[in-house]
């Protein structure tokens, strides 16, 4: 006796499902519902989230009321404290400042040196940071070298934004002395 198994059923079995007019309506249909569902879903959730939304304000507008109402010591001590912080915050900004001015020390005295004029010499040189100034005194053998010297001074990188001037020239007794200064420009 022979027995015959047939191994592909499904394979050789037609699909009767046809897509209709009335059954694309019906998959629209319930798809509308769903969205309409959702829809509804979500605008519950967006109403329960004002209502809590609207419960926080009022309790945030009752919390700023009580805070209004302390004692204004409190409030003096919290101005005090903030005063503190300020000046804390101040100390720090001008450490700061002075630190990043101690960056520039050595490239203004490379543009010091730059400047080397024959027959004019710097007996002092003082930079301050708090002023931003530069202040040079020295003496000259000729009046004019300070000139040079000046626009010699001017045309270094390493003092691009300063500008120099001469405050004080003596010319008596000889050798002339002169002092110049530089202010950061603004």
Same mark, same amino acid.
């Given at each position: 006796? &022979? ?10 079995? =037609? ?10 309506? $019906?998959?629209? /249909? ?12 979500? +605008?519950? &959730? ?11 304000? $009022?309790? *945030? $507008? &009752? ?16 101005k005090d404290a903030i005063h503190a912080l300020r000046q804390t915050a101040e100390t720090k900004v001008? *450490? ?10 050595? /490239? ?5 040196a730059d400047t080397n004029i024959p027959g004019v010499w710097l007996t002092e040189i003082i930079f ?8 040079? =005194? /020295? +003496? ?6 300070? !000139? ?6 001017? =045309? ?8 120099? !001037? *001469?405050?004080?020239?003596? !010319? ?5 002395? +002169? !002092?110049?200064?530089?202010? &950061?420009?603004?």
């Amino acid at each position: 006796m &022979q027995q015959q198994i047939n191994l592909y059923p499904l394979l050789s079995k =037609k699909s009767n499902f046809e897509l209709t007019r009335r059954t694309a309506l $019906s998959v629209y /249909g319930i798809v509308f519902l769903l969205l309409i569902i959702i829809y509804s879903i979500d +605008f519950r &959730q967006t109403k329960h989230l004002e209502i809590q939304y609207n419960a926080l304000y $009022s309790k *945030v $507008s &009752q919390l700023q009321q009580e805070l209004d109402k302390l004692p204004m010591s409190d409030a003096a001590a919290l101005k005090d404290a903030i005063h503190a912080l300020r000046q804390t915050a101040e100390t720090k900004v001008n *450490v700061l400042n002075s630190l990043t001015y101690r960056k520039n020390f050595s /490239g203004y005295l490379l543009g010091l040196a730059d400047t080397n004029i024959p027959g004019v010499w710097l007996t002092e040189i003082i930079f301050n940071n708090l002023e931003q100034r530069i202040n040079l =005194k /020295g +003496f000259a053998l000729q009046t004019i070298l300070i !000139e040079k010297r000046l626009m010699e001074l001017d =045309k270094q990188a390493a003092f691009s934004p300063m500008k120099f !001037e *001469v405050q004080n020239v003596i !010319e008596q007794p000889a050798p002339p002395h +002169f !002092e110049i200064s530089a202010n &950061q420009e603004t």
